[in-house]
């Protein structure tokens, strides 16, 4: 079966500090990857999706960098953190194209000091 | 432009009591329509899915939608809500490789 992992899953970072959360998945090949951002009390806020290795397409234009230096590993990243940063960042994975079920892993929930 | 509406921001509803999530969606051509859930500080599960064919369809944990193309609609039901029900609520949309999420809808069980 498919599983999916994010770590870490709390982190908590000075502001103007480098960022890199990683997504991996396990069980499926050549997925379409996601990363999203929830802020509190609001829905998803799309920030990027690959379709393949080295693909990325940045949906919000923003602090933030993404990375998919494998098939099944997605990476989000931060030359400089701003307080704006803050909130629940989200990978999930599809298979095929992105109307179909879209699969989350659990989540890291990153602060800014 | 496509969007995605969740008109109730917090529901409350009595534990064994039914229970209706309303979604609306605003898209050119037929969607795909999705509803998941999110416990607190997890990621969102995959409760049920709409893609085409019968326009009730069920889901796990004992949910079921129904697809109303002429209110543009696909509202979450449950007949006896459990307390371990409450959590939050999203409904999605896809179409054309493009897929939307509401704003939510949290719900919270009363014992």
């Known amino acids: 079966s498919q599983t999916i992992h994010q770590w870490p899953a709390t982190l908590v970072q000075p502001v103007g500090s480098p960022l890199s959360l990683e997504c991996t998945v396990e069980?499926?090949?050549?997925?379409?990857l996601y990363w999203y951002r929830q802020a509190a009390g609001r829905g998803l806020q799309l920030l990027f999706y690959s379709v393949g290795i080295g693909q990325i397409s940045s949906e919000v234009p923003q602090n933030l960098s993404a990375s998919r230096p494998q098939d099944r590993q997605f990476i989000l990243s931060s030359k400089k953190l701003l307080l704006s940063d803050s909130g629940f960042y989200l990978c999930?994975?599809?298979?095929?194209?992105?109307?179909?079920?879209?699969?989350f892993g659990d989540g890291t929930r990153l602060s800014i000091l | 432009a496509q969007s995605v509406t969740q008109p109730d921001i917090h529901i409350t509803v009595s534990e064994g009591a039914s229970l209706e999530l309303r979604c609306n969606y605003s898209?050119?051509?037929?969607?795909?329509l999705f509803w998941y859930v999110q416990s607190p500080g997890q990621g969102l599960q995959l409760l049920l899915k709409y893609f085409s064919g019968d326009t009730l369809v069920q889901g796990i944990k004992g949910f079921e939608a129904e697809f109303k193309r002429s209110q543009s609609s696909f509202n979450l039901r449950k007949p006896s809500v459990h307390w371990s029900d409450a959590a939050e609520y999203f409904c999605a949309v896809a179409s054309n490789n493009d897929m939307r999420f509401g704003a939510g809808t949290r719900l919270t069980v009363k014992p």
């Open positions: 069980g499926t090949s050549n997925p379409n």
């Open positions: 999930a994975w599809s298979v095929g194209n992105s109307n179909q079920p879209q699969h």
């Open positions: 898209y050119g051509a037929t969607p795909y």
